[in-house]
């Protein structure tokens, strides 16, 4: 199993980022994902949530109407548009899977990607 993030990076107060995670290794189109991050010397908080169609999107207060979570089921990949960043969007983003199977869910996490949000 594998997640892939990438699209990190240093960008400037009121710009822009997308960033991606390339998954494999389980079955994609039945797995909820979801991008969360964590900034040093803070605990990682959840930032949107897609469903496994896709139907169904949710966001954290702090970004809510910056940022839009997409997929792609045909080419496993997931997406975060980034607009608007501030300086406190700095953090490690990570993507998250949760895969459903026959009883319950098994979880996956990416690597992160660092966006440094800085003038």
């Known amino acids: 199993v594998q997640l892939v993030e990438s699209g990190g990076g240093l960008v400037q107060p009121g710009g822009s980022l997308r960033l991606s995670c390339a998954a494999s290794g389980f079955t994609f189109s039945r797995s909820d994902m979801s991008w969360y991050r964590q900034a040093p010397g803070k605990e990682r908080e959840l930032v949107a949530t897609i469903t496994s169609a896709g139907g169904s999107t949710t966001y954290a207060d702090s970004m809510k109407g910056r940022v839009t979570i997409s997929r792609d089921n045909a080419k496993n990949m997931v997406y975060l548009q980034m607009n608007s960043l501030k300086p406190e969007d700095t953090a490690v983003y990570y993507c998250?899977?949760?895969?459903?199977?026959?009883?319950?869910?098994?979880?996956?996490w990416g690597q992160g990607t660092q966006v440094t949000v800085s003038s």
């Open positions: 998250y899977a949760r895969a459903k199977v026959a009883i319950g869910a098994i979880t996956y």
